[in-house]
């Protein structure tokens, strides 16, 4: 380059964002076979895996750890039944808020232990959650607390054929 010349910047790649960037390469035979030990026994320790998955248990941690910053791996979840803890009743309740009172039944909605889900929904209502109480009249008191804001359409669970489960993992490529 010619004295008192600037360089030009070399243009640099656009990329996605991280999470975007790492998931689809954070999928491979591999960690696919890691998520389906995983999501079967989401206890498993990373030595047991390790053996499963025939890697070493640092390769097999870093592996997990990747797709934890990926986003792949959400959280690990303890299930605790709610009966157990003298909770019978659980309802979906979707919530039409009020003018205005929808950022007060978010807010009423976080600070509730025992709504357990909220969803914003699409459709006539804004919310849709999933609550727990210990009978009738407990879940009567608790939506009283929500009809300040809004209405109210609640649907009791009576059986769950299906119980919550993680997404279908995709096949292998």
């Given at each position: 380059?010619p004295?008192?010349?600037?360089?030009?910047?070399?243009k640099?790649?656009?990329?996605a964002?991280?999470?975007?960037?790492?998931?689809?390469?954070?999928l491979d035979?591999?960690?696919?076979?890691?998520l389906?030990?995983?999501?079967a026994q989401?206890?498993?320790a990373?030595?047991?895996l390790?053996r499963r998955?025939?890697m070493?248990?640092?390769?097999v941690n870093?592996?997990?750890?990747?797709?934890?910053?990926?986003?792949?791996?959400?959280?690990?979840?303890?299930e605790?039944?709610?009966?157990?803890l003298?909770?019978?009743?659980?309802?979906?309740?979707?919530?039409?808020?009020?003018?205005?009172?929808?950022?007060k039944?978010?807010k009423?909605?976080?600070?509730?232990?025992?709504?357990?889900?909220c969803?914003?929904?699409t459709?006539?209502?804004c919310?849709?959650?999933?609550?727990?109480?210990?009978?009738?009249?407990?879940?009567?008191?608790?939506?009283?607390?929500?009809?300040?804001h809004?209405?109210?359409?609640s649907s009791l669970i009576?059986s769950?054929?299906?119980?919550?489960?993680?997404?279908?993992?995709?096949?292998?490529?």
């Amino acid at each position: 380059m010619p004295a008192g010349e600037t360089p030009i910047p070399a243009k640099r790649k656009k990329t996605a964002p991280p999470a975007l960037q790492t998931t689809s390469a954070a999928l491979d035979a591999t960690n696919l076979e890691i998520l389906r030990h995983l999501t079967a026994q989401p206890g498993l320790a990373i030595r047991e895996l390790a053996r499963r998955v025939e890697m070493s248990a640092p390769a097999v941690n870093e592996r997990v750890l990747r797709l934890k910053e990926a986003g792949v791996i959400r959280r690990e979840w303890l299930e605790v039944d709610p009966q157990a803890l003298g909770l019978g009743v659980t309802a979906y309740v979707r919530v039409r808020p009020m003018p205005g009172g929808l950022a007060k039944i978010i807010k009423l909605a976080q600070s509730t232990p025992e709504v357990v889900e909220c969803h914003r929904v699409t459709g006539e209502d804004c919310l849709m959650m999933k609550v727990l109480a210990a009978d009738v009249q407990r879940l009567e008191g608790l939506l009283d607390r929500f009809l300040m804001h809004g209405n109210t359409t609640s649907s009791l669970i009576v059986s769950s054929p299906v119980p919550p489960r993680n997404p279908p993992l995709p096949e292998a490529r």
